[in-house]
Nanobody, 124 residues
Framework: QVQLVESGGGLVQTGGSLRLSCAASGRTFSSYPMAWFRQAPGKEREIVAG????????FYGDSLKGRFTISRDNAKNTLYLQMNSLKPEDTAVYYC?????????????????WGQGTQVTVSS
């Protein structure tokens, strides 16, 4: 069992930055592929970014690479998402997720563990 707790969300102006964190506890965090998803009201949950283990290779959702950066610190059992140049359309609840099977997938139903989510609101 893995427990995930996100933090770092909040209200920010257009063009601002936020850093989300996801603290993991329970089973071996370092061996799971991890990802950030987001869901805006009335929209489907979509992948923001993912990071594989052990390669550390990354995957980004459409149009997000260059503004968002995913990273992980296995020693601290923590996943991060650095978000820069934020836009109003980035407003959503952001979730971290872990997958038992190998590899990153953009299909949210393929993930086994989820955090409770953290709200990010970007004002225009």
């Amino acid at each position: 069992q893995v427990q995930l707790v996100e933090s770092g969300g909040g209200l920010v102006q257009t063009g601002g930055s936020l850093r989300l964190s996801c603290a993991a506890s329970g089973r071996t965090f370092s061996s799971y592929p991890m990802a950030w998803f987001r869901q805006a009201p009335g929209k489907e949950r979509e992948i923001v970014a993912g990071i594989n283990w052990p390669t550390g290779s990354t995957f980004y959702g459409d149009s997000l690479k260059g503004r968002f950066t995913i990273s992980r610190d296995n020693a601290k059992n923590t996943l991060y998402l650095q978000m820069n140049s934020l836009k109003p359309e980035d407003t959503a609840v952001y979730y971290c997720a872990a997958r038992v099977k190998a590899g990153i997938t953009s299909t949210w139903t393929e993930y086994d563990y989820w955090g409770q989510g953290t709200q990010v609101t970007v004002s225009s």
